[in-house]
């Protein structure tokens, strides 16, 4: 099954802190386990003095005058071998130490049994009326949990009741908590295991789903994400379904704009270059590429690598630097054609610039022939304009007078300004014409 290889951190994000809380739990009850133990069977010992230490004193009163010494110490061994908190060890204490009666000890054995006045619990017991500790037995040898509580006979006779409870006992009884515990930790990797394969089922599962389509999405496999049944990932469905119909309109109008960009480019006459900040071009017209003759791709390549035009470059070079528009002409020497340059610096923050080209030879040569013509045209205008004034100045000294001399004259000046009528009527059918040909361009 899946779930048990070696998956992902996010399919066993939810079972680490289970099993995390579950091994934690267990390893902090493991280590405050023995004080907790010890804790309970001192407690456990004190509330059972508190019932027996009245049947001891009871019991003592009563076989005090007895002829049998020992009456008393059979009584203790048949109260411990009873069933009376069965593993407990009863000891009885004169108030001056003397051991008198002990269930885990025969008469001999109590005989030879050292003072008790300096035992913890008794010597506590006697100072406060109850007294607890935790050691070894001077006389067992074993690892006991003692509790000892004070008692008054009838008669008056103050003594210490003790029960001991081996440690053994509490060994194993923490060995089956810890069995207990391994169990419920197991319990719980279990069922960790069995909600996190739930959680990979129902979570996880159309989670990936919903990637999957989101990565078909992005990369343009798929136009839509599958809407999937949780309603959380439905909603994150919904969101990036509208996310993409946002992103599909704005990509349709940056299209648009681009494709509106190149026809004005393409349909333009003057040829445009754009530079990026970095003095190499981002595109060029089909108008610049016929200007300049380029052939191939002009992107990515600086102005110098396309044309071995100085102009051009320090017009570049320019604008990039200094941010202002400038202009400039070049002149193309096999085709003997002019060009008129114009940049500005790119808008919008974008460092860059945009260069402008104008084939001016067309423009030009109108423009010599048109010079050319006024120098004609003045030079025409001139030679009946000085014979008409040399006419008229003739006639104004004194030619008048000779009728003949004034008759000739003033047919030279009739001519004269025929000429310059029909130089007139030339000029304005070639205005005329002119006007006709610009109106049809």
């Known amino acids: 099954m899946r779930l048990f290889r070696l998956p992902p951190k996010l399919r066993l994000a939810p079972l680490w802190p289970a099993l995390a809380a579950v091994l934690t739990a267990t390893a902090l009850l493991w280590a405050?386990?023995?004080?907790l133990l010890q804790k309970s069977a001192e407690v456990q010992l004190l509330d059972t003095l508190r019932t027996l230490t009245p049947v001891v004193a009871q019991a003592r009163l009563q076989r005090a005058g007895s002829a049998d010494p020992l009456?008393?110490?059979?009584?203790?061994?048949?109260?411990?071998?009873?069933?009376?908190?069965?593993?407990?060890?009863?000891?009885?204490v004169e108030s001056d130490g003397r051991v008198i009666a002990d269930s885990s000890r025969s008469a001999a054995q109590i005989a030879a049994m050292e003072n008790h006045a300096e035992r913890e619990e008794i010597r506590t017991a006697f100072a406060t009326g109850e007294g607890v500790a935790v050691r070894r037995s001077a006389t067992t040898g074993r690892l006991y949990v003692y509790a000892a509580r004070t008692a008054t006979d009838p008669?008056?006779?103050?003594?210490?009741?003790?029960l001991a409870?081996?440690?053994?006992?509490?060994?194993?009884?923490?060995?089956?908590?810890?069995?207990?515990?391994?169990?419920?930790?197991?319990?719980?990797?279990?069922?960790?295991?069995?909600?996190?394969?739930?959680?990979?089922?129902?979570?996880?599962?159309?989670?990936?789903h919903l990637v999957a389509g989101a990565s078909a999405l992005a990369d343009g496999r798929e136009r839509r994400v599958e809407i999937p049944e949780e309603e959380e990932l439905a909603a994150l469905a919904l969101a990036l379904n509208r996310l993409a119909e946002t992103a599909e309109a704005q990509f349709d109008a940056v299209r648009a704009e681009r494709d509106q960009l190149k026809a004005i480019l393409a349909s333009m006459s003057e040829g445009v270059l754009v530079v990026g900040g970095n003095g190499r071009a981002l595109l060029a017209n089909p108008a610049f590429s016929s200007l300049f003759d380029l052939q191939g791709e002009v992107t990515g390549q600086t102005v110098l690598e396309l044309l071995?035009?100085?102009e051009l470059v320090r017009l570049v070079e320019d604008t990039l630097r200094l941010g202002r528009p400038q202009s400039g002409q070049v002149e193309l020497a096999p085709e003997r054609r002019t060009l008129l340059l114009a940049s500005a610096a790119l808008a919008g923050g974008e460092r860059g610039a945009v260069v402008v080209a104008r084939d001016m030879t067309e423009m030009t040569r109108v423009a010599d022939m048109r010079?050319?013509?006024?120098?004609?045209?003045?030079?025409?205008?001139?030679?009946?304009?000085?014979a008409i004034r040399g006419f008229a100045e003739t006639l104004r000294d004194g030619a008048l007078d000779e009728p003949a001399v004034a008759q000739r004259f003033t047919e030279r000046i009739l001519d004269q300004c025929r000429r310059l009528q029909a130089l007139?009527?030339?000029?304005?059918?070639?205005?005329?014409?002119?006007?006709?040909?610009?109106?049809?361009r």
């Open 155 to 162: 008669q008056g006779r103050l003594f210490a009741v003790r």
């Open 71 to 92: 009456a008393l110490q059979r009584w203790v061994e048949s109260l411990s071998s009873q069933g009376v908190e069965t593993g407990l060890r009863i000891t009885l």
């Open 308 to 310: 071995r035009q100085p």
């Open 424 to 440: 007139l009527d030339d000029l304005l059918t070639l205005s005329r014409l002119e006007t006709v040909a610009l109106r049809e």
């Open 165 to 208: 409870e081996p440690v053994a006992h509490l060994e194993t009884l923490r060995g089956q908590i810890a069995g207990a515990m391994l169990l419920a930790a197991l319990a719980g990797g279990l069922i960790s295991l069995v909600i996190s394969w739930w959680i990979d089922r129902n979570v996880f599962r159309p989670f990936r």
């Open 32 to 35: 405050v386990q023995p004080k």
């Open 371 to 386: 010079r050319d013509f006024v120098g004609n045209v003045s030079h025409e205008l001139k030679t009946p304009l000085a």
